[in-house]
């Protein structure tokens, strides 16, 4: 699907498999979430623009690359997008983040925001937009909305599972914005959730409920 790279590495499948199965524990759960961001971080960085500097080793002066241009953002959408936050600054430990609270109204399922922070100089930045779950859709085309007004131009939307109605409205909604997912799960369910997904992430991750 142009768009969308589905990360199909066996470290992930497998830790997703680990994360879906309802007996997880809430620890267990967080724990992988973490690890499989970083996972999904070492793939969505995979393309970045390098340049060269000249440094010196303790045996000879050398070009050696580095990542080009301003530090990157990761803006996590609240609550279960801060489960990746913590494995991708492992990664990128200089990277720049973007709080976006928002949530679902259960009946509409529309996004409602609650908490927007994010630096001021988006528009120079690369923005990776975290949210495990691309359901409806409602809560990242919110928040890529929002990161927009505010100026980003240069976006991506990393998730753990995607629903194909999701998928298909984010590529409506924000053609520029590649997508990375673990998996594209069959269908969503009348209450908006993803089949056969994990349920709900963010309380599985914080023992909510
Ligand atoms: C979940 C999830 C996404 C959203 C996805 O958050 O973390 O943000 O739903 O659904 P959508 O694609 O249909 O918008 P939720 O609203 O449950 O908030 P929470 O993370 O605070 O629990
Ligand atoms: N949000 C979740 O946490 N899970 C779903 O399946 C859909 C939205």
Known sequence: MQGVTIVDHPLVQHKLTLMRAKERSTKGFRQLLNEIGMLLC???TRDLPMEHITIETPLAEMRAPQIAGKKLVFAPILRAGVGFLDGMLDLVPSARVAHIGLYRDPET???VEYYFKAPSDLADRLVM???PM???ANSA????????QRGAKDLR???LLAAPEGVAKMQEAHPDVRIWTAAIDERLNDHGYIVPGLGDAGDRMFGTR
């Open 42 to 44: 070492y793939e969505v």
């Open 109 to 111: 399922l529309q996004a």
């Open 129 to 131: 937009v975290l949210d």
């Open 134 to 136: 691309l359901a409806t």
């Open 141 to 148: 085309i919110a928040a890529i909305d929002r990161l927009k």
């Open 157 to 159: 939307f990393v998730c």
